[in-house]
């Protein structure tokens, strides 16, 4: 059986000299629906309609350059040997912590720059966020990347997947996790948690920062299981550390703000201050 098996075809279709592949397509979409959904809640939370199209006219450039960058950086051994390689983007190689490094960034100087407050910007594209990471995943699906360990197909069977998927990782002779599956589940489960959390009107920057901790605690685990980890040192995980790293700050931060009174304003507040 696992003879016939064929991966699905990363490519989507060619039009001439320009190829387009699945991974662009998901990504693009994954971008899209966030769009859609920070544009509808930001204009309910009294923000003008443009704005988060104006700020991913800046944060989606800084990010592809910035998860680049955080890439080539622990992988220097190869790319100072090769440094023609490093504008190869098109051959992988992006780091989703990088880009999320820049889009902050990003964000925070935007916010200045509208005399707004990043907090607000930041609570409405949480759920956003956290929706196009669990759909970029399914790029990563695409190209048969971002799995775990060896496992057996019946291993795979019996956590009741669909056979598309279970075939898909059959890659070169050996079954894999799908920790791409893993790692989207948990980012889908995240953005209905902070959907559900509109409702509670938590305090200005904690939708935010629940974000943070929920999407760095799923990181955490299922990079334990990724075969293809950055790696700090020889036993340490890029991903891990800053997963970690990430859950103490964000949870440092809602403590210093709450005690220190820069957290008053609620999420359903109308002002824009």
Not at 117 to 127: M, T, Y
Not at 167 to 176: A, D, E, P, S, W
Not at 241 to 249: E, F
């Amino acid at each position: 059986m696992e003879e016939n098996i064929q991966p699905l075809d990363p490519i989507a279709f060619s039009l001439g000299p320009i190829t387009v592949h699945w991974y662009g397509i998901i990504i693009g979409l994954g971008l899209a629906l966030a769009l859609i959904i920070a544009m509808r809640e930001g204009e309910k939370r009294g923000l003008q309609k443009d704005l988060f199209p104006d700020l991913m006219l800046w944060a989606i450039p800084i990010a592809i350059i910035s998860a680049r960058l955080y890439y080539v950086i622990f992988e220097w051994d190869y790319y100072v040997q090769n440094p023609g390689d490093i504008i190869k983007i098109w051959n992988g190689g992006i780091a989703i912590h990088g880009a999320l490094i820049g889009s902050v960034v990003t964000a925070y100087i935007f916010a200045k720059k509208r005399n707004l407050s990043f907090w607000k910007i930041a609570d409405i594209a949480a759920p956003s966020i956290i929706l196009g990471q669990a759909i970029g995943r399914w790029g990563n699906f695409m190209n048969q990347e971002a799995h775990g360990e060896e496992v057996t197909r019946s291993f795979l069977e019996g956590l009741h997947l669909p056979d598309f998927i279970i075939n898909q990782m059959y890659i070169n002779g050996t079954y894999y996790h799908p920790t791409f599956l893993y790692e989207s589940v948990w980012n889908f489960l995240g953005f209905i948690l902070l959907i559900l959390l509109r409702r509670v009107n938590l305090r200005r920057g904690e939708m935010f920062l629940t974000y943070v901790i929920w999407y760095s605690v799923g990181r955490f685990f299922v990079e334990g299981m990724r075969t293809d980890s950055l790696m700090l040192t020889e036993s340490l995980r890029m991903a891990q550390t800053i997963s970690i790293a990430l859950i103490i700050g964000a949870i440092a931060i809602l403590i210093y703000r709450r005690t220190k009174g820069h957290a008053r304003e609620r999420y359903l507040d109308q002002s824009v201050s």
